[in-house]
């Protein structure tokens, strides 16, 4: 039922089945290397362009989320999937195979929230038993899409991020597990009117800012309700930024405050700058170290918040704004 | 207007948030990166003219040879690494432009021939050859109005 202005507090609440991560050879090599369930040698994974590899990865995470769950492709309603690519082709030509009806989604690095959000809500509303969501982001394929050819000689400045080359499946069902997706809060696009497409941290932050804010409002909960805020890819510079914003509406998250950007690469040896980004940075993070962690009972309850920056080569061009997205997942050990 | 001066706030506020890189470390690097691009060129000059080119030739010769080990290096990834420390001293020298010709080469040759190569090739590189030669034309046309008015002679 809906809770607040922007949430929805689940009657019977779903359940997360099972998850699956896979990601490239750089983020095998980062702190999280040996949690993901596939790491790639090879950045193109036996294929011959980024874009099929993308593909790659949201195939196997998908057959790996199912296979974990003993679930058939044919018990799955629906899928949920997206990714950066233009008119998402890395999921269309990913999951094809797998022949689930699909919804095919955009919401930049935020994708994995909106997949949940939405897979969440079609199982909750009883419209089938099983949903599937997915994202994926690779290195290759974004810095073709929205920066420069891999081999151009350039300097990254200290804010860019690094576009992960991963992708996180999340099987979402009836049946029993040890999480549940307990409540979801959509984002809005909030637009400060920034500019600068290489410190996508800021342009996010003002947006996670607000869904946290919606999501402890909505709830009527405190930060500390929460064991860890997690949010997407805000990296070093939006983390302080975000600080900042929630210290000025009143709110203190600095102690359970975690991001996915800073969680994945080491920035010290990784030489990732503000850390990771892309849809399978919040996606195969979540899969590979949050979920464990819920599991276990580590974490009672979690904020899930992936944070996307709204642009496209063109808008940015053109001399849009770059907005930002966010949504709250909240999940909660059973 | 309300609004116009709160993003301001927020952009100036970013501003100040975001760490940048050391201007005075990346000046001397990149002097040094270009210096020794430049020095490596002027040594190919030399050798030639000692080979009894004459200087046109000989400096035709030397663009050549620094253009095919940028391309090279560019291939084999090691051009980008030089570049993340030398950042602008190796952007400037012909060696830059020939590695943004063959970065997009390589990158768009999945996307086939025409389409792939053919169309993307100066995606980077496409900017300079055209204000370059506008740049090239305007001069002229000052050059040849000089002349044509007797100021010059």
Same mark, same amino acid.
């Given at each position: 039922?809906?809770?607040?202005?922007?949430?929805?507090?689940?009657?019977?609440?779903?359940?997360?089945?099972?998850?699956?991560?896979?990601?490239?050879?750089?983020?095998?090599?980062?702190?999280?290397?040996?949690?993901?369930?596939?790491?790639?040698?090879?950045?193109?994974?036996?294929?011959?362009?980024?874009?099929?590899?993308?593909?790659?990865?949201?195939?196997?995470?998908?057959?790996?989320?199912?296979?974990?769950?003993?679930?058939?492709?044919?018990?799955?309603?629906?899928?949920?999937?997206?990714?950066?690519?233009?008119?998402?082709?890395?999921?269309?030509?990913?999951?094809?195979?797998?022949?689930?009806?699909?919804?095919?989604?955009?919401?930049?690095?935020?994708?994995?929230?909106?997949?949940?959000?939405?897979?969440?809500?079609?199982?909750?509303?009883?419209?089938?038993?099983?949903?599937?969501?997915?994202?994926?982001?690779?290195?290759?394929?974004?810095?073709?899409?929205?920066?420069?050819?891999?081999?151009?000689?350039?300097?990254?400045?200290?804010?860019?991020?690094?576009?992960?080359?991963?992708?996180?499946?999340?099987?979402?069902?009836?049946?029993?597990?040890?999480?549940?997706?307990?409540?979801?809060?959509?984002?809005?696009?909030?637009?400060?009117?920034?500019?600068?497409?290489?410190?996508?941290?800021?342009?996010?932050?003002?947006?996670?800012?607000?869904?946290?804010?919606?999501?402890?409002?909505?709830?009527?909960?405190?930060?500390?309700?929460?064991?860890?805020?997690?949010?997407?890819?805000?990296?070093?510079?939006?983390?302080?930024?975000?600080?900042?914003?929630?210290?000025?509406?009143?709110?203190?998250?600095?102690?359970?405050?975690?991001?996915?950007?800073?969680?994945?690469?080491?920035?010290?040896?990784?030489?990732?700058?503000?850390?990771?980004?892309?849809?399978?940075?919040?996606?195969?993070?979540?899969?590979?170290?949050?979920?464990?962690?819920?599991?276990?009972?580590?974490?009672?309850?979690?904020?899930?918040?992936?944070?996307?920056?709204?642009?496209?080569?063109?808008?940015?061009?053109?001399?849009?704004?770059?907005?930002?997205?966010?949504?709250?997942?909240?999940?909660?050990?059973? | 207007?309300?609004?116009?001066?709160?993003?301001?706030?927020?952009?100036?506020?970013?501003?100040?948030?975001?760490?940048?890189?050391?201007?005075?470390?990346?000046?001397?690097?990149?002097?040094?990166?270009?210096?020794?691009?430049?020095?490596?060129?002027?040594?190919?000059?030399?050798?030639?003219?000692?080979?009894?080119?004459?200087?046109?030739?000989? *400096?035709?010769? #030397? !663009?050549?040879? &620094?253009?095919?080990?940028?391309? =090279? /290096?560019?291939?084999?990834? +090691?051009?980008?690494?030089?570049?993340?420390?030398?950042?602008?001293?190796?952007?400037?020298?012909?060696?830059?432009?020939?590695?943004?010709?063959?970065?997009?080469?390589?990158?768009?040759?999945?996307?086939?021939?025409?389409?792939?190569?053919?169309?993307?090739?100066?995606?980077?590189?496409?900017?300079?050859?055209?204000? *370059?030669?506008? #740049? !090239?034309?305007? &001069?002229?046309?000052?050059?040849? =109005? /000089?002349?044509?008015?007797? +100021?010059?002679?």
């Amino acid at each position: 039922m809906t809770k607040g202005l922007q949430s929805i507090a689940f009657k019977e609440s779903p359940y997360l089945v099972s998850s699956a991560s896979v990601a490239g050879k750089k983020e095998g090599e980062g702190p999280l290397g040996k949690m993901f369930d596939m790491v790639e040698k090879e950045d193109l994974f036996g294929e011959n362009t980024w874009e099929e590899a993308e593909s790659t990865m949201q195939k196997e995470a998908c057959l790996l989320a199912m296979g974990k769950a003993h679930v058939e492709a044919k018990d799955v309603r629906y899928l949920f999937g997206g990714d950066l690519l233009r008119q998402g082709v890395a999921t269309s030509m990913g999951v094809s195979e797998l022949n689930i009806p699909l919804f095919g989604l955009f919401g930049a690095c935020s994708t994995s929230g909106e997949a949940l959000a939405l897979a969440s809500m079609s199982v909750a509303a009883g419209y089938g038993e099983y949903m599937l969501a997915v994202t994926s982001s690779h290195f290759g394929s974004a810095e073709k899409e929205f920066r420069f050819p891999l081999g151009y000689a350039n300097q990254r400045p200290l804010s860019a991020q690094w576009t992960v080359t991963g992708s996180g499946a999340f099987l979402v069902g009836t049946k029993r597990s040890h999480v549940r997706i307990t409540g979801v809060t959509v984002g809005k696009i909030v637009d400060y009117g920034l500019k600068d497409s290489q410190n996508m941290g800021a342009c996010m932050a003002p947006a996670a800012c607000d869904t946290i804010i919606r999501n402890l409002e909505d709830f009527g909960r405190k930060a500390e309700d929460y064991n860890r805020i997690i949010t997407g890819d805000l990296g070093y510079v939006g983390q302080s930024i975000l600080f900042d914003l929630m210290r000025g509406k009143g709110y203190d998250i600095k102690k359970n405050h975690m991001d996915c950007g800073m969680t994945i690469f080491d920035q010290m040896t990784q030489d990732t700058h503000a850390g990771g980004s892309g849809c399978g940075c919040a996606a195969t993070t979540l899969s590979a170290y949050i979920l464990p962690k819920v599991e276990r009972g580590e974490w009672k309850r979690v904020l899930f918040v992936p944070t996307g920056a709204l642009m496209s080569t063109v808008s940015y061009n053109e001399g849009a704004s770059v907005p930002g997205i966010a949504h709250g997942i909240v999940l909660e050990h059973c | 207007m309300d609004k116009e001066r709160q993003q301001q706030a927020y952009e100036n506020y970013v501003k100040k948030k975001t760490p940048v890189h050391n201007l005075p470390a990346n000046m001397g690097k990149a002097f040094i990166a270009g210096g020794v691009i430049c020095t490596v060129g002027q040594a190919v000059l030399n050798i030639c003219e000692k080979l009894g080119l004459d200087k046109d030739v000989s *400096g035709g010769w #030397t !663009s050549m040879i &620094l253009v095919v080990a940028s391309v =090279l /290096l560019t291939g084999f990834n +090691i051009y980008p690494r030089i570049a993340k420390w030398g950042g602008a001293g190796t952007l400037v020298p012909i060696t830059g432009f020939a590695n943004s010709v063959a970065a997009p080469a390589i990158e768009y040759k999945k996307e086939g021939q025409v389409m792939g190569i053919g169309c993307k090739i100066f995606t980077i590189a496409g900017p300079v050859i055209l204000y *370059g030669i506008f #740049t !090239s034309w305007v &001069l002229g046309f000052g050059y040849w =109005l /000089l002349k044509v008015s007797g +100021i010059i002679a």
